[in-house]
C-alpha cells in the first residue's frame, strides 16, 4: 500500500508567477485536501476535491485552484503569487464513504521571493 | 481561519517524564484527533476520538474527548527522545473526514 506522495519537496518562486503542485493519494483513497501550513502554525484547510470536484473551501481567495483526476491524484495551483504564500503545502487522503481519517504526504516547501 | 487552542505551546521535559497538553474549542465537533509532526514532515495521525467522553489509548499515549465536546487533552508517559516533535489537535465534523481544523500546536523537547 503505497502512501501520499507529493513533489516537488520544496521549490523557489518569485512573486507574481504561478506554480503547480502534484499530489498522489494513497492507494484506496477517493478524496484529497489541501492545507497550507505557514512557519510556526498549524496547517489551515485550503480545499478539498472529490469525484474530481472542489467540495468545500476554507478561507483562501480564487487564485488558489485545483484539480482532481479520475485516478484521484490532485494539483494544487496558486496564481500571482505573493511573499505570503511561502509556506508547507500539505496533500491529505482519505475515503469518503465510509468516511476515514486524512493521511498526510510530506508536503511541499514553496519560498516565495 | 479558526483554530483551536492549545496549551502549553512548547515543554521542556526529562526522558521518563510524563506529560499532559490539552484542546480547547468555541465550538463542538463531532471527532477530535491528535497528529504529531517532525520537522519537514507531514502530521502523522496518532489517535482518533468520536465519542464525547471517550478515552483512547496508543501505546504510551492516552486521550480522551470532552464531554462538552469542545475540548480534548493528550498524555504521553514515560517520555522518551523520539517523542520529541510538534503535537496538533485537529477536529472535524461527521462526513467532513478531509476538512480538518487545527490547533496551534505543543512543541515538545525531551532532554536525557
Known amino acids: 500500500e503505497t502512501g501520499v506522495t507529493q513533489s516537488p519537496t520544496h521549490l523557489i518562486k518569485t512573486r507574481g508567477q504561478q506554480v503547480t503542485l502534484r499530489c498522489s493519494s494513497q492507494?484506496?483513497?477517493?478524496?484529497v485536501s489541501w492545507y497550507q501550513q505557514a512557519l510556526g502554525q498549524g496547517p489551515q484547510f485550503i480545499f478539498q476535491?472529490?469525484?474530481?470536484?472542489?467540495?468545500g473551501r476554507g478561507n483562501f481567495p480564487p487564485r488558489f485552484s485545483g484539480l482532481q483526476f479520475p485516478n484521484y491524484s490532485s494539483e494544487l495551483n496558486v496564481n500571482a503569487l505573493e511573499l505570503d504564500d511561502s509556506a508547507l503545502y500539505l496533500c491529505?487522503?482519505?475515503?469518503?464513504?465510509?468516511?476515514?481519517?486524512?493521511?498526510f504526504g510530506q508536503g511541499t516547501r514553496l519560498t516565495v521571493v | 481561519g479558526q483554530q483551536l487552542n492549545q496549551s502549553p505551546q512548547s515543554m521542556f521535559i526529562q526522558e521518563g517524564e510524563d506529560v499532559s497538553m490539552n484542546c480547547t474549542s468555541s465550538?463542538?465537533?463531532?471527532?477530535w484527533l491528535w497528529y504529531k509532526q517532525d520537522p519537514g514532515e507531514g502530521p502523522v495521525l496518532l489517535i482518533a476520538?468520536?465519542?464525547?467522553?471517550e478515552l483512547t489509548s496508543n501505546g504510551r499515549l492516552t486521550a480522551q474527548f470532552g464531554i462538552t465536546r469542545k475540548d480534548s487533552f493528550l498524555n504521553i508517559s514515560a517520555s522518551i527522545p523520539s517523542d520529541v516533535g510538534i503535537y496538533f489537535c485537529?477536529?472535524?465534523?461527521?462526513?467532513?473526514?478531509?476538512?480538518?481544523?487545527f490547533g496551534t500546536g505543543t512543541r515538545l523537547q525531551v532532554t536525557l
Open positions: 491529505a487522503s482519505s475515503l469518503y464513504f465510509p468516511n476515514t481519517e486524512a493521511f
Open positions: 492507494s484506496g483513497h477517493n478524496t
Open positions: 476535491y472529490y469525484r474530481e470536484e472542489e467540495n
Open positions: 465550538s463542538i465537533f463531532n471527532t
Open positions: 476520538l468520536y465519542k464525547a467522553g
Open positions: 485537529a477536529c472535524r465534523n461527521t462526513g467532513t473526514a478531509s476538512k480538518l481544523t
